[in-house]
């Protein structure tokens, strides 16, 4: 059959999607794509591992903001006895304590954690005051 494609054209048609959805690396005569979404990942070998530390203090940050907003409102519901209510308050007070250091260990800030979502703002609430 005349019509049917060969394997050749076969080849060059897959690694022409697979260029296209940059899942595999250009060629040396090949531009390298620059938009937001093809760009690839840069990683600088002395900040990987402070740039992973902050990633990590990050979603710890999260998480101990989110257990403390569930604490407050279990506090007000009235669902926690008074020893209940202080073993909370003060493990949230703990994890506070070793966030504040092992930021100053890494010479982050907790706004360094606070990453920008763009259009959707900030991904932890800002302090008030």
Known sequence: MADTPRGEDLQEVAR?????????????????PRDGIAQRLATDPDTVERDLIKLVLTIVELLRQLMERTALHRVDQGDLREDQEERIGMTLMILQDR?????????????DLNLDLGPLGSLLPRDPG
Do not use: I, K, N, Q
């Not at 022409?16 to 390298?32: H, I, K, M, N, S």
């Open 16 to 32: 022409a999607a697979a260029r296209a959805f940059d899942l595999v690396p250009t060629g040396p005569d090949e531009p390298t």
């Open 99 to 111: 966030m504040s250091e092992l930021c100053e260990r890494y010479d982050l800030t907790m706004e």
